[in-house]
C-alpha cells in the first residue's frame, strides 16, 4: 500500500526530478505517478543526491525548478543531514547556542506534509508584496490602509479589517511570517533577555522597541497557527493537521529552516529571499 501525497508537483520540476535523479529510467511515466501519489516515492526522488547536486550547482535554477520544488530538495536534504548531528543551533544576539534537540525536529519534519508545507512557505518570501487597500471606517467614508506581507504588524491591523470567511490567508501569512523570520533571519529578531530601560531600570516597553523579540514572534506565530487550524479554509484544504503542528512544535518548525539557511544558503540568502532580508520587520 502506498502512503498518499499532497502537493500538487508542476511538469517542469516532475522533468527535471526524473532528470536528475532516474536519468535512464524506461519508464518516466510510472515514475512521474508515483511521485504525485506515494509520499514515501517522493522523498526518496527528491531527496536524492543527483538531484541536490543539480540544485546546488545551477546558478540559475530557478528557471528551470519551481521555488516550492528548491526549498523542497535542501529540506529533504537536512533532514538527512540532521539524523547525523548531535544538536542544533539557537541564535541569542552574536552567540550560538547548542541544543540538544535534533531528535523532535526528526520527528516533526517526519510528519505528514509538514516539510511540503515548508517548502510551499519559503517559496513564498522569494516575492514580497505591498498594497494599498480602501477599508470602510464608516458609513460613506473609506480610508486608504498601506500593508505589505512581511510586516506583522500592519497585517494583524489589516485582517482586523476583513470579512471573517476570508481571514484565512491573513492568519497564515502572519504565522508564517513569523517562522520564517525567526528560522531564516533570526538576526531581525531580539531575544528579550536582559533589554531593560536603564533611565528607569525596568523593561523597555513593546511600544518602544525598535524590533520585534523571538518571544514575541513566537507568540504570535503560535496564535496565528492556531486561528488558522480552526479557519474552515483549512478543514477544506486538508491542512488541519498541519496547522496543529506549526502551532505546538512552533521552535521544532523553525531549526530545519534555520539549517538550511546557514548550511546551503549562506551569503545568497540575500538574493533568494531579496525582498524579505530588507524588509522593515
Not at 56 to 77: A, G, K, Q, T, W
Amino acid at each position: 500500500m502506498t502512503s498518499q501525497t499532497h502537493g500538487w508537483i508542476p511538469d517542469k520540476d516532475l522533468d527535471f526530478i526524473i532528470d536528475a535523479a532516474a536519468p535512464s529510467s524506461d519508464s518516466p511515466g510510472r515514475l512521474r505517478r508515483l511521485l504525485g501519489e506515494d509520499a514515501e516515492f517522493r522523498a526518496a526522488m527528491v531527496g536524492d543526491d543527483g538531484l541536490f547536486e543539480r540544485v546546488m550547482n545551477d546558478e540559475e535554477i530557478f528557471l528551470h525548478v519551481s521555488p516550492s520544488l528548491y526549498f523542497e530538495v535542501l529540506l529533504r536534504r537536512a533532514h538527512r543531514e540532521l539524523q547525523t548531528e548531535t544538536y542544533t543551533i539557537e541564535r541569542s544576539g552574536r552567540e550560538s547556542i547548542p541544543v540538544f534537540d535534533t531528535d523532535d525536529v526528526l520527528e516533526f519534519m517526519k510528519r505528514p506534509q509538514i516539510i511540503e508545507y515548508l517548502a510551499s512557505m519559503l517559496a513564498s518570501f522569494t516575492r514580497i508584496q505591498s498594497y494599498v487597500v480602501p477599508v470602510r471606517v464608516r458609513k460613506g467614508i473609506r480610508r486608504r490602509i498601506r500593508y505589505d506581507d512581511m510586516d506583522v504588524d500592519s497585517l494583524v491591523r489589516f485582517v482586523a479589517t476583513v470579512d471573517p470567511v476570508e481571514r484565512f490567508g491573513y492568519y497564515k501569512r502572519i504565522a508564517d511570517v513569523c517562522l520564517f523570520v525567526t528560522g531564516v533571519f533570526p538576526d531581525h529578531a531580539q531575544r528579550s533577555h536582559g533589554r531593560t530601560d536603564k533611565g528607569r531600570g525596568g523593561v523597555v516597553p513593546r511600544s518602544l522597541r525598535l524590533r520585534r523579540t523571538l518571544e514575541d514572534y513566537e507568540r504570535d506565530g503560535r496564535k496565528f497557527y492556531g486561528m488558522t487550524q480552526n479557519h474552515p479554509t483549512a478543514r477544506t484544504l486538508e491542512l488541519t493537521d498541519v496547522f496543529a503542528s506549526l502551532k505546538s512544535e512552533f521552535p521544532a518548525a523553525r531549526k530545519p529552516l534555520t539549517f538550511i539557511a546557514t548550511r546551503y544558503l549562506h551569503a545568497s540568502k540575500q538574493n533568494v529571499f531579496g525582498g524579505a532580508s530588507s524588509s522593515g520587520e
